[in-house]
């Protein structure tokens, strides 16, 4: 399906590349509000706030890192979303030094809002000439690198590609921030989920056995790590999927507390985001709002389930509400223009 004409067309459509961009965007934005180091004071907010159906400011008890924002304002996930697609367009093709720079300026240029301390550490070893498969913090799940993956995805995918090449690309660029098998096999995952988004037909609906596939391509994932050397978990993601099988029809409150409260440790983000998504069938903004509403690591896991359902849907079916309100919305246009461009050139 990846290499049909009408698959290629989908990728290279400036509605649907845009899409991912400002999809991210607004899962970031709208989950920003309620992003906190306390998970009980987030659960208490949401309870209060219902359906976050509009961008709210930061909560009082948001991270420091957030308080001055004002509302429909994105954190890490978009900078770097934004980051690597704006050093992608601008390069003859998709490189891993590449990947590498895009981190770096990202680092050294952006205000670091809600960065998480290992992507810090890390992009400080990578400045410091630390190699790459080595600057990652060992053994910490994060759930960072599946929120960036979608433009570097697509870049495969526009040269044709297969889930070898898929896994191998979300080793590379998580192990720079994460080294951590969990955190590999979500970012591979999501990964999928980004190309299945790209053969929607602008709504997101998933096949009815896509939950037992991921989990399938999670274990197969899993062995080709401890093949290759890479250190494998005793606990890993695919446990943690296969524990969701039967809740896929939750409530995304429901989903998220099974999950472990789908915070941004990767057993418990990706499961969740994962579940949601192949739960059922979704338009952009209940979709994203579900995320969001879910509590955890809110920011990234509505960033992740906006971005695929924006790709899904394409920036045109968005609500207004939230197209005209989000932060730099010119800056998001701009560059879903350059990636469907480059996408659209011969790799």
Not at 69 to 81: F, I, K, N, V
Not at 95 to 104: E, K, N, P, Q, S
Not at 191 to 213: I, K, T
Not at 281 to 306: H, K, L, P, Q, S
């Amino acid at each position: 399906m990846w290499e049909s004409a009408g698959y290629l067309a989908q990728l290279r459509s400036p509605d649907r590349v845009t899409g991912m961009l400002m999809g991210c965007a607004i899962g970031d934005a709208l989950g920003m509000a309620v992003e906190g180091p306390d998970p009980t004071q987030a659960r208490r907010a949401l309870d209060s706030l219902g359906n976050i159906r509009e961008f709210l400011a930061p909560q009082p008890f948001a991270h420091k890192s957030l308080q001055r924002l004002r509302p429909g304002c994105w954190t890490d996930e978009t900078q770097m979303l934004l980051s690597l697609t704006r050093s992608l367009v601008a390069a003859p093709a998709l490189t891993f030094d590449l990947i590498v720079a895009a981190h770096v300026h990202a680092f050294e240029t952006f205000e670091h809002r809600g960065w998480d301390v290992e992507t810090k550490q890390a992009c400080r070893r990578l400045l410091q000439g630390t190699a790459p498969a080595r600057s990652g913090a060992l053994g910490v799940p994060g759930n960072t690198a599946a929120a960036k993956m979608a433009p570097l995805v697509a870049a495969l995918l526009r040269d044709g590609t297969d889930r070898a090449a898929l896994l191998q690309l979300a080793l590379e660029v998580t192990q720079m921030t994460h080294r951590d098998s969990r955190a590999v096999v979500g970012a591979y995952l999501i990964s999928l989920l980004v190309a299945d988004a790209f053969g929607c037909s602008r709504r997101w609906e998933p096949r009815p056995d896509r939950y037992q596939q991921l989990i399938d391509e999670a274990i197969w994932a899993e062995v080709q790590l401890e093949q290759s050397g890479f250190a494998l978990s005793d606990d890993p993601l695919s446990r943690h999927l296969d524990e969701l099988s039967d809740a896929l029809d939750c409530p995304s409150r429901e989903l998220a507390e099974l999950s472990g409260g789908a915070g941004a440790d990767a057993r418990q983000s990706i499961p969740f985001c994962v579940a949601l998504l192949c739960g059922r069938a979704w338009d952009f903004d209940e979709g994203v709002t579900a995320a969001v509403m879910g509590g955890g690591d809110a920011d990234t896991n509505g960033a992740i389930v906006g971005t695929i359902l924006g790709i899904a849907c394409g920036v045109r079916k968005m609500p207004r509400r939230f197209v005209e309100k989000i932060e730099e919305a010119e800056l998001i246009r701009e560059s879903g223009q350059l990636l469907a461009g480059w996408l659209g050139r011969e790799g």
